[in-house]
Nanobody, 124 residues
């Protein structure tokens, strides 16, 4: 079973910064990609940023130039550095990891797991 634990959310004024972390644990064989999503009240969950095992990154247009996604392979941890925050960035931020888990007997199974979410609130 794969678990994701997020941290780093909170309340910040517009123009401020926050850094989110997401640690992946469990019987992991490999991680193909990790990403951050967010969901504001009354809106659908949307992709914020993603990073592949090779280090390629992808960002939503609304956060380009302000947010940076990075990862620490040794710690199976992904980060989201958020700068120049705006009130419209207010949302619950979720971490996602996609990869292969190692099962008993030496077989593998695909997983796509989510964290519990962390609230980010940006005041104007």
């Amino acid at each position: 079973q794969v678990q994701l634990v997020e941290s780093g959310g909170g309340l910040v004024q517009a123009g401020g910064s926050l850094r989110l972390s997401c640690a992946v644990s469990g019987s992991i064989f490999s991680i193909n990609a990790m990403g951050w999503y967010r969901q504001a009240p009354g809106k659908q969950r949307e992709l914020v940023a993603a990073i592949t095992s090779g280090g390629s990154t992808n960002y939503a247009d609304s956060v380009k130039g302000r947010f940076t996604i990075s990862k620490d392979n040794a710690k199976n941890t992904v980060y989201l550095q958020m700068n120049s925050l705006k009130p419209e960035d207010t949302a619950v931020y979720y971490c996602n990891a996609d990869g292969l888990s190692l099962l008993y007997g030496g077989t593998y199974r695909h997983f796509s797991s989510w964290g519990q979410g962390t609230q980010v609130t940006v005041s104007s």
